[in-house]
C-alpha cells in the first residue's frame, strides 16, 4: 500500500511542475551583442578605408586633440568656458571625419555593387563554382573593392570554408549592402538549385534601381544638410575670431557668460540634428551582420 506521503509528494511534484511550465527557460548561451559605439565604430573605420585603425585609437586621439585644443584656448584667450567648447568640437572632429568619409564612400560603393553581381552572374554562367566566382573578382571587379575578394581568395585557398569565409568577407566590407549580397550568396549556395542565375539577376536590378533612386534624393536634399551645417558654424567662427581681441571674451568667465554658452551650444546642437533629421536620407543599418 502507498504511504499517504509519497503520494503527497508526487502531487507536490506534479503541480510544481505544471506550475514551471508557464514559464519559459533561458537559454544558457548568453548572446553576443555586437552593437554598440565601439562596434558601429569599426564599421566606420572599414567602410572609410581604414581597417588597420582601431576604435580606441580613435577615441584615444580625441582625448588628445581635446586636452591640446583646451589648453591652446585656454592660453591664447584665458576664458575657460571658450576653450571648453572649442575642445569639445575639436574632440569630436576625428569620428566626424571618418563617419563623413565611410558615408562618401558606401555612396560610391553603392554604384559599384550591381557590376559585382554580374561578374558573379558571368562567372556562374561560365561555370565557374560560387567560390570561385567570388574569388574571380580580386581580378575582375571594381578596384575598390579588389582588396578585400583578394582577401577572401586567399582564406578560401587556405581554410576551404565557404562560410566562414562569407563571414569575414562581411566584416572586411562592413557595408550593408555587402551583407545582403553575402546572405543571398549564402543561401543559394545552401539552397542550390537553377535558379542561382535568376537570383543574382533580380537582386542586380534592385540594386541599380535603389541606388538610382537614392542618389537623386541625396542630391536634392544635401543643400539643406549643407545649410544646417553654414549655420551652426557661422557663430562659433564668429566667437573665435573675437577670441583674437582677448579682452573682449572676459565677459563669457562669469556665471552668466557659462550659461549663455552652455544655452547657445545646446541650442545649436538641437538646431543641427533637427536639420539633418528633416534633411537627410537615413543610413542604412547593418542587420545582416
Same mark, same amino acid.
Given at each position: 500500500?502507498?504511504?499517504?506521503?509519497?503520494?503527497?509528494?508526487?502531487?507536490?511534484?506534479?503541480?510544481?511542475?505544471?506550475?514551471?511550465?508557464?514559464?519559459?527557460?533561458?537559454?544558457?548561451?548568453?548572446?553576443?551583442?555586437?552593437?554598440?559605439?565601439?562596434?558601429?565604430?569599426?564599421?566606420?573605420?572599414?567602410?572609410?578605408?581604414?581597417?588597420?585603425?582601431?576604435?580606441?585609437?580613435?577615441?584615444?586621439?580625441?582625448?588628445?586633440?581635446?586636452?591640446?585644443?583646451?589648453?591652446?584656448?585656454?592660453?591664447?584667450?584665458?576664458?575657460?568656458?571658450?576653450?571648453?567648447?572649442?575642445?569639445?568640437?575639436?574632440?569630436?572632429?576625428?569620428?566626424?571625419?571618418?563617419?563623413?568619409?565611410?558615408?562618401?564612400?558606401? !555612396?560610391?560603393?553603392?554604384?559599384?555593387?550591381?557590376?559585382?553581381?554580374?561578374?558573379?552572374?558571368?562567372?556562374?554562367?561560365?561555370?565557374?563554382?560560387?567560390?570561385?566566382?567570388? !574569388?574571380?573578382?580580386?581580378?575582375?571587379?571594381?578596384?575598390?573593392?579588389?582588396?578585400?575578394?583578394? !582577401?577572401?581568395?586567399?582564406?578560401?585557398?587556405?581554410?576551404?570554408?565557404?562560410?566562414?569565409?562569407?563571414?569575414?568577407?562581411?566584416?572586411?566590407?562592413?557595408?550593408?549592402?555587402?551583407?545582403?549580397?553575402?546572405?543571398?550568396?549564402?543561401?543559394?549556395?545552401?539552397?542550390?538549385?537553377?535558379?542561382?542565375?535568376?537570383?543574382?539577376?533580380?537582386?542586380?536590378?534592385?540594386?541599380?534601381?535603389?541606388?538610382?533612386?537614392?542618389?537623386?534624393?541625396?542630391?536634392?536634399?544635401?543643400?539643406?544638410?549643407?545649410?544646417?551645417?553654414?549655420?551652426?558654424?557661422?557663430?562659433?567662427?564668429?566667437?573665435?575670431?573675437?577670441?583674437?581681441?582677448?579682452?573682449?571674451?572676459?565677459?563669457?568667465?562669469?556665471?552668466?557668460?557659462?550659461?549663455?554658452?552652455?544655452?547657445?551650444?545646446?541650442?545649436?546642437?538641437?538646431?543641427?540634428?533637427?536639420?539633418?533629421?528633416?534633411?537627410?536620407?537615413?543610413?542604412?543599418?547593418?542587420?545582416?551582420?
Amino acid at each position: 500500500m502507498t504511504s499517504p506521503v509519497v503520494i503527497g509528494l508526487l502531487l507536490g511534484a506534479g503541480v510544481f511542475c505544471i506550475y514551471w511550465s508557464f514559464w519559459p527557460q533561458v537559454s544558457g548561451d548568453k548572446p553576443v551583442h555586437r552593437g554598440g559605439f565601439t562596434a558601429e565604430l569599426r564599421d566606420h573605420l572599414n567602410q572609410a578605408g581604414y581597417p588597420s585603425i582601431s576604435p580606441s585609437n580613435v577615441i584615444v586621439g580625441s582625448v588628445v586633440l581635446f586636452v591640446v585644443t583646451f589648453l591652446l584656448f585656454a592660453v591664447v584667450t584665458k576664458v575657460v568656458p571658450i576653450a571648453l567648447c572649442f575642445s569639445v568640437m575639436a574632440a569630436a572632429a576625428p569620428i566626424s571625419l571618418v563617419r563623413m568619409r565611410a558615408r562618401t564612400r558606401r !555612396s560610391k560603393f553603392r554604384d559599384l555593387w550591381p557590376d559585382v553581381v554580374d561578374n558573379i552572374t558571368s562567372g556562374v554562367r561560365a561555370g565557374l563554382a560560387l567560390p570561385e566566382a567570388l !574569388s574571380q573578382l580580386a581580378e575582375r571587379g571594381p578596384v575598390e573593392l579588389r582588396p578585400a575578394f583578394a !582577401s577572401f581568395a586567399q582564406d578560401y585557398r587556405a581554410t576551404g570554408r565557404f562560410h566562414d569565409c562569407l563571414d569575414r568577407l562581411k566584416d572586411r566590407l562592413s557595408d550593408p549592402v555587402a551583407d545582403r549580397i553575402v546572405e543571398s550568396l549564402r543561401i543559394a549556395r545552401e539552397v542550390g538549385g537553377s535558379d542561382l542565375g535568376r537570383l543574382l539577376r533580380t537582386l542586380s536590378a534592385f540594386l541599380r534601381e535603389d541606388a538610382r533612386t537614392r542618389a537623386e534624393l541625396e542630391t536634392r536634399q544635401s543643400w539643406t544638410v549643407n545649410a544646417a551645417r553654414l549655420a551652426v558654424a557661422a557663430p562659433w567662427i564668429v566667437l573665435a575670431m573675437l577670441a583674437l581681441k582677448g579682452n573682449s571674451l572676459s565677459a563669457y568667465s562669469s556665471p552668466a557668460g557659462w550659461v549663455i554658452l552652455a544655452i547657445g551650444a545646446g541650442l545649436c546642437v538641437l538646431a543641427y540634428r533637427a536639420m539633418v533629421w528633416i534633411g537627410r536620407l537615413p543610413d542604412e543599418e547593418r542587420v545582416l551582420r
